[in-house]
């Protein structure tokens, strides 16, 4: 299957959305929480933060490690969505253009929030 122009950009926004979702959103916060252990501290300014930190060990330290890691998850992302484009294009289409929609509205949202609403 030939990737054209067009092709390429829509996986390619699918693929940044995926990847936001899995490290950033708080809705896939509880696919991340079982690899990270929750660090309070409080800062000089008296107000409490919060880190989280991948697991000591084992698999859940690998997963924590790629979770946190945006550039990781990236490729991983990037290869599932291309696995399956071309795996299964009739069932995945429809995902792939959810996400890539998504992925182009969040970035249009970034340069509305910097310049217009600055």
């Keep these: 299957m030939k990737i054209t122009f067009i092709n390429f950009l829509i996986l390619s926004l699918s693929s940044f959305r995926l990847t936001r979702l899995l490290v950033f959103d708080k809705i896939t916060e509880f696919i991340r929480s079982p690899f990270f252990d929750e660090i309070s501290e409080e800062n000089e300014d008296g107000e409490i933060e919060v880190f989280y930190l991948p697991k000591k060990t084992g698999v859940k330290k690998f997963m924590g490690e ?20 071309y ?6 289409t429809p995902i792939i253009l959810i996400l890539a929609i998504a ?9 509305v929030q910097y310049f217009i609403e600055k």
């Design 87 to 92: 795996i299964s294009p009739d069932y995945s």
């Design 103 to 111: 992925g182009l509205a969040s970035i249009l949202e970034f340069f």
């Design 66 to 85: 790629l979770l946190s890691c945006y550039w990781c998850t990236g490729i991983w992302a990037a290869a599932l969505i291309v696995a399956l484009y």
